[in-house]
């Protein structure tokens, strides 16, 4: 490439990345995650009425038949990536599988995103899976975006809800946004930042963006608009807030100390546009990624991204398999070659998708930051890294996370022992559930290691389907994993173990299963030297 084609190139991507911004929402069900992504996708000019992404969802349930299962239990397994344009930048929502389909995938979807969107329900306030995801996010130094919702409905109060985050998550907070009024009375947000008040008007289940009218906060006809007692609240709880809050902070929200919060109702657009304003002003760009080479800045001239996700049989008509790969430096073009660190081979990425909801979209170029989906059936593993230029890539891989449920997969049937092989091999190298082995030799069966009871209905599912293994599953009493960072010897060390399964992971890594997260507590303090990790120690 000449000089200066090269710096055109290099000007591009610096354009591009500035411009993009990607995220994930991680939320408990009925939070409201499909209705804030579909106002957001209003207010994106994605969609022009809201309905759409629920009448898709609901649609869906009706038409999908590429697993029976999905059809009977009515639920999504299939994860997308939604892209719009808001005020010149180009927003990437990551879509994280949630509810009953709650696997890995959730999970790995945030090694993809760049800023998390904490999405809380005013009246329940933190919840279970919000706060798993929340540990994810912290992991990997995400920044946190909190948006309360459904502030229409009665509701805790606002501070003490920021004080529930501040203590059981040790994040700072800090409201953009405050609301004035709460359930029936709510009418609005306080824009701290403009120092203006925003009133809003119900629509009909918020199809249409909601009428917004802008004041500050003196103007006279606030105190007739809203009556004295929502006004003198207001005054007061501002206050309150502007003595005992710390103050903004850039450099902590992008470290992921602090989260920004913003109140406000999906239902009836109260405080979405806001929302999405002040998160693409505040949110990280997309940035550096750790490889074998070290950090490497999004605007690094060559083309390179790793695959998070695989999905198979996403479309009923081709049964075929899509790796989700996310965009981390250069320029991809549709029909490049590129090198497939783990393998070493060139691979021609044809048939490159955008996807949205279901639709399938042919893209022809993509920038960091992006997500596209490639059609290689049999190439790609999760966490493998494609690459161009001579030097080779690989970035650092997605870590397994702790499995909650486990179980033996058993074969009846020897004569397809091939198969049952097979189909186990492949559906771990697709990510579907993680695979361990007993400690003791004379049990060879596999132990499939999930994180949702969904993934072990797939598997199960699939094997039938599609390597025509009908298998039984032998589910182990242990809910919570640990590997041993400090390996075999610390472990024969320490003898025997009471209330605690020894298996292996694939890569012949001590993993010690427990009953409770108290038997953990009680082995760590038993045995000091064992140095446990929820997570598995990541490998280049
Ligand atoms: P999820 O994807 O996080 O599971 O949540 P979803 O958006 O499906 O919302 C769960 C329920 O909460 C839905 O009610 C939805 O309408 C409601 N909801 C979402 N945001 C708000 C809000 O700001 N205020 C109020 N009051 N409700 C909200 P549903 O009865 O299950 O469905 P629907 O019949 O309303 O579609």
Redesign the pocket.
Known sequence: MSTELQTQLQTELEIAVEHRRNFAII?H????????TEKLLLYGGAIHEAGAV?ARRDQRKATSDWMEMEKQRGISITSTVLQFGYQGFQVNLLDTP??QDFSEDTYRTLAAADNAVMLIDAAKGLEPQTRKLFEVCKLRELPIFTFV??L??PGREPLELLDEIEQELGLQTYAVNWPIGTGDRFKGVFDRHQQKVHLFERTAHGSREATDTVMDLHDPRLKQILDKELFDQLHSDLELLDGVASELDLEAIHAGYMTPVFFG????NFGVELFLHYFLEYALKPGNRNSNVGSIDPSYPEFSGFVFKLQANMDPKHRDRVAFIRVCTGKFEKDMTVSHARTGKTVRLSRPQKLFAQDRESIEEAYPGDVIGLNNPGVFAIGDTIYTGMKKLEYEGIPCFSPELFAFLRNPNPSKFKQFQKGVKELQEEGAVQIMYSADEAKRDPILAAVGQLQFEVVQFRMKNEYGVETTLEPLGYSVARWVLNGWDALDKVGRLFNTLVIKDLWNRPVLLFKNEWNVNQLIEDHPSLKLSSIAPITI
């Open positions: 939320s069900p009925d939070a409201g995650k499909t209705t804030l629920k949630g509810h919702n459904k229409d409905r109702s999906a239902m009836t």
